[in-house]
């Protein structure tokens, strides 16, 4: 059998490498799209069976619960925190997560916990409940089947926090965080139960919607104009100087509720913007100097204190959006898979700042002359030894 002539086995060779790194180009530039992809539930929101309803009489469904809840002495901290959590749940095969979740409840407890609830440690008791949240997959996308997960994720929101109240709150002054998907679920719970009742209101020492937008001509409080003030909303979604796809998604892509609680665009509306370096909502430049301490706290011990970086990162808000300068050190830039990358960082820029902003605005909130501060349950005659507050469940 006569045999193939080297220029012929050469131009095979040469194709077949061309073709993979056709290949491998394809995959380079349209990777997002092909992740993206694996992780859409592919069917339609409407036909889809969501996981079991959490129970949040149970302490299963929470991810940070006081030891004892309903009890609390003078010893403990002066504030309750309710905080809802970012996204941690990649999907894949469902629209929403369940809470029992074993890869989101090691993302909330190796990075949300320490870099984002930990700033409030230290200011409050910590009330989070674990919910059924739209996946990641829903953040990607613009599709009607996104909005209707996020809608669902709200009423566990809700369902938890009326837990709360009707059960722990006893009349404690509390402060509301939520981080991205939080945040943007916590607005439409500011608007819905607390705005609405002011004997909740006058409770409430402050709301922080970290990473979240929040159209400037309706936030469901009145913002935040001075630091030490009171019952406000503090409210930013950030960018690194010199991002103009980020700023863009965040101008162009996010979604907001509407006056009948339903989800839309933003279309162009300037987002509310809180410069956690200044402590207001405000257009004036922040220098480094301001920063009180920048942390990694991913995968620190629940209570522990992260060491601080201050003078990290100067801020600004312009057009809406926190322009904030590029950190130098390592530990303050994104790691992880493609997932991870697209979560919030595990780190906090604005840990100490976000950490004595609080303290500052429930302090103002309790020595108020109005303020009627509740009696703990338990007397200190008894001589109770405070209870272990900073519990991870």
């Known amino acids: ?85 970012p996204t941690s749940y990649d999907g894949g095969g469902d629209w929403v997560s369940p809470i029992d979740d074993v890869p989101s409840d090691k993302f909330f407890r190796r990075v949300v916990a320490p870099n ?26 613009l599709r009607e089947d996104a909005r209707d997960a996020r809608r669902f994720a709200y ?19 509390f402060v509301i965080v939520g981080v991205e998907q939080g945040g943007t679920l916590a607005s439409r719970l500011i608007a819905d139960e607390i705005a609405r009742d002011p004997a909740v209101r006058a409770r409430l020492a402050a709301a922080y919607l970290i990473e979240t937008v929040v159209p400037a001509d309706a936030p469901p409080l009145t913002p935040c104009a001075r630091p030490n003030e009171p019952g406000c909303l503090a409210a930013w979604a950030s960018a690194f100087e010199h991002d103009i796809e980020r700023v863009q998604a965040l101008k162009d892509r996010s979604l907001v ?17 809180f410069n956690p370096l200044l402590g207001a909502t405000t257009n004036a430049a922040a220098p480094a100097k301001l920063n009180q301490g920048a942390a990694n706290a991913t995968g620190l011990e629940w209570g522990a204190r992260p060491a601080f970086l201050t003078r990290q990162v100067s801020a600004k808000c312009e057009e809406g959006i926190l322009r904030v300068s590029r950190p130098k050190p390592k530990m303050l830039k994104s790691a992880g898979s493609w997932a991870d990358r697209r979560k919030v960082p595990g780190y906090n820029l604005f840990y100490g700042d976000l950490e004595a902003d609080a303290k500052g605005r429930v302090v103002a909130l ?28």
């Open 1 to 85: 059998m006569a045999q193939r002539p080297k220029g012929f086995k050469r131009l095979v060779t040469a194709a077949a490498l061309g073709l993979v790194a056709l290949v491998v180009t394809a995959a380079f530039w349209w990777r997002d799209d092909i992740a993206s992809n694996a992780l859409d539930p592919k069917v339609p929101f409407q036909t889809y069976r969501p996981p079991a309803a959490p129970d949040y009489t149970q302490r299963a469904a929470w991810a940070l619960l006081p030891a004892k809840p309903e009890v609390w002495t003078t010893a403990d901290p002066p504030a309750d925190i309710f905080f809802v959590g």
């Open 116 to 141: 984002y609830a930990g700033p409030f440690l230290r200011v409050g008791r910590l009330f989070a409940p674990r919910y059924r949240q739209a996946s990641l997959y829903t953040l990607l996308t």
């Open 155 to 173: 009423a566990d929101v809700l369902a938890a926090f009326r837990e709360y109240m009707a059960a722990d709150n006893k009349g404690r002054p």
């Open 257 to 273: 509720w509407d006056a009948n609680g339903e989800l839309e665009n933003i279309s162009g509306r300037a987002p509310l913007c």
């Open 366 to 393: 309790t020595s108020s002359p109005g303020f009627a501060r509740p009696a703990p349950p338990i007397t200190e005659v008894r001589a109770v030894k405070p209870h272990p507050v900073h519990r991870i469940n």
